[in-house]
């Protein structure tokens, strides 16, 4: 057993060997795996094929995250736009797609987010069976923690607001949240748990089977993923529409530009002459040396600062806040990072001998009223899909549906329709910073 | 964590210091004349440079004042710093090869 497990792992991990393109997706279930494992597993292929860019596309992406890669496979899928491509300057899913902590809720307050949350959630309760590959997505529960009478007011607001929008959430006492998560210290540390909300539809996902599970499926309906390939240039024609991309590996011809490029976003759009409302800071995460399974749920607290989970590998996912300053470094000081680990130690004494592995950090795209813009611009043909801050991998599929709808439609879903870059101008703000201040 | 050179004590740690976003955003003279876009860009539409940053900081825990500063966002490097009202320093803009920051 060993043996087979240790060969699948090397076997599922993509390659780039090229395959022909009308071969169709290899299927993964219990029997192939069996049939496989019978045989060495030599005879799996590779997930997606490593395609070089063609002269011109019906729609390109650009930016290979979860985001990306799940619009371009909506839009192939949904769609019928075949002829689709993903432009990844680095590896598809090296980005914030691989730098986050996995955590999925829904509990938003407003009516937009939670339409625009739910949306994504109902989506990740069928991503396994949709793509045929194993996302890993664990609803274990999401268990956010109220310190202060404040919290306590905020985190019950939220419970009624969620339940009037049919999201689930309920409050718990300080001893039912104890007998959720019995490793809980709740007294005798500097912010008692007065209680907390919790979410059980929540819980996380694998980051890198949610990019590599669109990567294949997209790969099967035709879409080319093109990686090491860095956008350079926007060309516009002389209407002012979306005309074509410049790119390290040439120029690339599309009337559709969608671009999904987290804190990268601002630098993408500036190449058409299009400015956002964005900022870009580094989020900080760490995660520990593995050890058995011993955590069953999310925590989050947004008082003190920190939320924990555990990998199906066993390692605690433990999320820090954002640096003070805005930065395209993908790290931050190692003070936020120890600011974290201080709150997880008070909230989980026995976790205070434990060793951390390893330490990183993602930039994100933060906007002024901490909510997603999932919109056409000013410039015809193009598409953005941006400012989900520190919170993003939650909505990934629903994100990328809702893109992939508005790129091939050339209009928003009711949906995204209230998250377009003019709301700021309008004072149509979806205020998430109760939800959203860094804590996701 | 960043070492930042107040000009007016020296260079001090970062946790001394409270992030002050762009600088150099300046709040409409009569705001009842604006229009939706101005007020919006004034309030919402940043920079957000990959590259050189001109940039607020306030030295909380010292003297209390704020400056300005030039920082390269790619490295997090600080170029200058300068006192509010000045100018930023021609030098500094010349070695990063940006444009000048008013």
């Known amino acids: 057993m060993l043996v087979t497990l240790r060969g699948a792992r090397h076997d599922l991990a993509p390659t780039h060997r090229p395959v022909p393109t009308d071969q169709t997706m290899q299927r993964f279930s219990g029997f192939s795996l069996l049939r496989r494992g019978l045989s060495g597993h030599r005879d799996w292929q590779p997930q997606w094929r490593k395609a070089e860019p063609k002269a011109a596309y019906d729609a390109i992406i650009v930016g290979g995250g979860g985001h990306g890669l799940g619009a371009a496979y909506y839009l192939a899928k949904e769609h019928n736009l075949r002829n689709v491509a993903v432009l990844e300057k680095g590896w598809i899913g090296g980005g914030n797609t691989g730098r986050n902590t996995t955590i999925i809720r829904s509990n938003y307050l407003r009516d937009e987010s939670a339409a625009l949350y739910d949306h994504a959630l109902k989506m990740w309760e069928g991503l396994s069976q949709e793509l045929n590959y194993n996302v890993m997505f664990s609803q274990r529960g999401v268990l956010m923690l109220a310190h202060t009478v404040h919290d306590v007011q905020v985190f019950k607001r939220h419970v009624h607001a969620n339940r009037a929008n049919g999201v689930d959430n309920e409050w718990l006492t300080a001893d039912e949240a104890r007998a959720v998560c019995p490793l809980l210290q709740t007294d005798d540390i500097r912010y008692p748990v007065l209680g907390a909300a919790f979410q059980r539809r929540g819980g996380t996902a694998r980051h890198d089977a949610v990019a590599w599970g669109y990567a294949r499926a997209a790969d099967a309906l035709g879409v080319d993923i093109i990686e090491n390939c860095e956008v350079t240039g926007i060309r516009r024609d002389a209407n002012g529409e979306a005309q074509a991309v410049e790119t390290s590996r040439g120029v690339i011809e599309s009337r559709k530009i969608g671009v999904s490029a987290a804190g990268n976003t601002s630098v993408v759009l500036r190449m058409a002459g299009v400015r956002l409302p964005l900022e870009s800071y580094p989020l900080q995460a760490l995660v520990s040396e593995p050890v058995k399974p011993i955590f069953p749920c999310v925590v989050m607290s947004n008082t003190i600062h920190a939320y924990i989970s555990q990998s199906d590998k066993g390692e605690l996912v433990i999320g820090a806040g954002t640096d003070a300053y805005t930065s395209y470094t993908q790290r931050g000081g190692l003070h936020v990072s120890s600011h974290a680990l201080e709150a997880i130690c008070e909230l989980f004494p026995m976790f205070r001998r434990m060793r951390m592995l390893r330490n990183w950090g993602g930039i994100v795209d933060v906007s002024p009223d901490r909510s997603p813009i999932i919109a056409r611009t000013p410039v015809p043909g193009l598409y953005v899909n941006c400012g989900w801050g520190t919170g993003g991998f939650k909505a990934t599929p629903g994100s990328a549906h809702l893109f992939a709808w508005t790129i091939a439609r050339d209009r928003p879903h009711p949906i995204n329709a209230p998250f377009t870059i003019e709301r700021f101008r309008e004072g149509r703000l979806i205020d998430e910073a109760a939800a959203a201040a860094v804590a996701h | ?102």
């Open chain 2, 1 to 102: 964590m960043l070492l930042i050179d107040c000009p007016y004590c020296g260079v001090r740690p970062e946790l001394e210091f409270i992030y002050g976003g762009q600088a150099h955003v300046a709040r409409p003279g009569n705001p009842a004349a604006c229009s939706d876009e101005q007020w919006a860009d004034f309030l919402y539409w940043r920079e957000n440079s990959k590259g050189v940053h001109a940039e607020r900081w306030r030295h909380t825990h010292g003297c209390g004042r704020f400056f300005n500063a030039l920082r390269d966002t790619t490295n997090d490097r600080f170029l200058a710093t300068y006192r509010v009202g000045e100018r930023a320093p021609a030098a500094a803009l010349e070695r990063s090869g940006a444009r000048d920051h008013e």
